[in-house]
Nanobody, 125 residues
Framework: QVELVESGGGLVQAGGSLRLRCAAS????????MAWFRQVTGKDREFVVG??????YTRYGDFEKGRFTISRDNGGMYLQMNSLKPEDTAVYYC????????????????????WGQGTQVSVSA
């Protein structure tokens, strides 16, 4: 079992930055692939970026990669977001897979067993 709690969302002007944190707890929290997804109301959840348990592999979603950076430590995971755009406005979710010591970062939400409650990111023009 893994418990996830996101924080760090808020309202920011276009061009600004935010750093999201996902606090992870549980016996296998440091041994599983973790990822960030985002969702706009009425649309499917979109894969943003994920990292395997030891940080050796990172996979980015199909959008401008250079603005977002993922990192993780034993306490959880972070998402540094720079040069934010209004189209980045969404609820951002932290997710963790069920299988330990995997070298894969899935980009589908159904591949992740554990989810946080989400944190709202709003970017004004």
């Amino acid at each position: 079992q893994v418990e996830l709690v996101e924080s760090g969302g808020g309202l920011v002007q276009a061009g600004g930055s935010l750093r999201l944190r996902c606090a992870a707890s549980g016996r296998t929290a440091s041994s599983v692939t973790m990822a960030w997804f985002r969702q706009v109301t009425g649309k499917d959840r979109e894969f943003v970026v994920g990292m395997i348990w030891n940080g050796a592999y990172t996979r980015y979603g199909d959008f401008e990669k250079g603005r977002f950076t993922i990192s993780r430590d034993n306490g959880g995971m972070y998402l540094q977001m720079n040069s934010l755009k209004p189209e980045d406005t969404a609820v951002y979710y932290c997710a963790a897979a069920a299988h330990t010591y995997s070298a894969v970062v899935p980009d589908t939400s159904s591949s992740y067993a554990y989810w946080g409650q989400g944190t709202q990111v709003s970017v004004s023009a």
